[in-house]
């Protein structure tokens, strides 16, 4: 946690990218006790306390990030959150819950600020992903609001920062432009196009094209050409 940097948002609002926290097993007696003068004994489980646990997530399912030309999109914006994007963190509150309340009675079944740490970066998707998590670990019960803390861009760390971090840009200039005169790269590239009914003067690329494929495989309501 860095101390002095964090925004907060209540629970009506916010929502991924995100992480939940309580991790890490600790163990009350020294695992020399647990040793024998020769070879090393199976650990004991009953002397073992689950202490904390850190679940560390990605967001669910989303639109494409920048969509193909000419390709209907429904109306909605970049990189949101789907429908399925929802169900998959929503599930995952719910394995959580499974594991971490109802079979080790580790977390309270209803939300307790005491207990639990949230962070996210400040992007929506990420912050719907959460949200939708929490509704599936807590089943929608809370004491109080729910606060999920955040950074601001310029000092971001939970994703590469590529505008804030000299280092960072200093190791990646150039680096797409390279990939792309790559021998045959662009031959390729200007063959897929043509075979997808992409002009020639789109600029887009085989990232580009990769991130809409990915999208649609798990949901995204892509409609054809021409429909």
Not at 108 to 116: A, G
Request: aromatic share 8%.
């Amino acid at each position: 946690m860095i101390s002095g940097l964090f925004r907060v948002r209540l629970w009506a609002p916010v929502g991924v990218f995100t992480s939940l926290v309580h991790c890490l097993h600790q163990r009350r007696v020294a695992l020399a006790e647990l040793r024998g003068a020769d070879d090393q004994k199976a650990v004991d489980q009953s002397l073992l306390e689950l202490k904390m646990v850190q679940v560390v997530f990605r967001h669910g399912a989303r639109s494409p990030l920048k969509p193909l030309p000419q390709e209907e999109q429904g109306g909605v914006f970049a990189g949101q959150l789907t429908k399925v994007g929802m169900q998959q963190m929503f599930a995952l509150g719910e394995r959580l819950r499974k594991k971490y309340v109802e079979d080790t009675p580790f977390l309270s079944p209803t939300f307790n600020p005491v207990e639990v740490f949230i962070r996210s970066t400040n992007i929506y998707r990420n912050l719907e992903s959460t949200r939708c998590l929490l509704a599936g670990l807590f089943q929608r019960q809370k004491e109080g609001p729910i606060v999920i803390h955040t950074d601001e861009a310029s000092s971001e760390v939970l994703y590469p920062n590529y505008q804030n971090c000299w280092s960072l840009q200093e190791r990646t200039r150039g680096r797409k432009q390279a990939a792309a005169l790559q021998p045959g790269i662009s031959e390729d590239l200007e063959t897929v196009k043509e075979g997808m009914g992409i002009a020639s003067g789109d600029r887009v690329d085989f990232l580009i094209l990769f991130d809409n494929v990915a999208a649609e495989q798990v949901g995204w309501p892509l409609r054809p050409r021409g429909s």
